[in-house]
Nanobody, 124 residues
Framework: QVQLAESGGGLVRAGDSLRLSCAASGLSRSIYVMSWFRQAAGNEREFVAGIRRSSGQTNSADFAKGRFTLLRDNAKNTVYLQMNSLKPEDTAVYYC?????????????????WGQGTQVTVSS
């Protein structure tokens, strides 16, 4: 059974940085990609960034490019989301997800496993 556990969220000020971690257990070879999504209050869940475990290929949303960096440590089965220059509009619950599908998909529906989420709040 795949389990994902996020950590690293918190309350920060605009312009600050945070590093989120997603530690995975029970991963199998069929889990190809791990991604981050976020969901702000009243909004739908949206794709932030994803990375393929084997190749390191990444995909990221436009709002994340230049500010967020995705890193992986396969030995620890951990994926990190380094977020810099945070803005109040980045406030959301951030979720880690894993999928067996090829590529780095942006639709939450194709992800098989989800963590519980970690709250990120950015004050102005």
């Amino acid at each position: 059974q795949v389990q994902l556990a996020e950590s690293g969220g918190g309350l920060v000020r605009a312009g600050d940085s945070l590093r989120l971690s997603c530690a995975a257990s029970g991963l199998s070879r069929s889990i190809y990609v791990m991604s981050w999504f976020r969901q702000a209050a009243g909004n739908e869940r949206e794709f932030v960034a994803g990375i393929r475990r084997s190749s390191g290929q990444t995909n990221s949303a436009d709002f994340a490019k230049g500010r967020f960096t995705l890193l992986r440590d396969n030995a620890k089965n951990t994926v990190y989301l380094q977020m810099n220059s945070l803005k109040p509009e980045d406030t959301a619950v951030y979720y880690c997800a894993a999928s067996k599908i090829f590529g780095v998909p942006t639709l939450p529906e194709v992800y098989d496993y989800w963590g519980q989420g970690t709250q990120v709040t950015v004050s102005s």
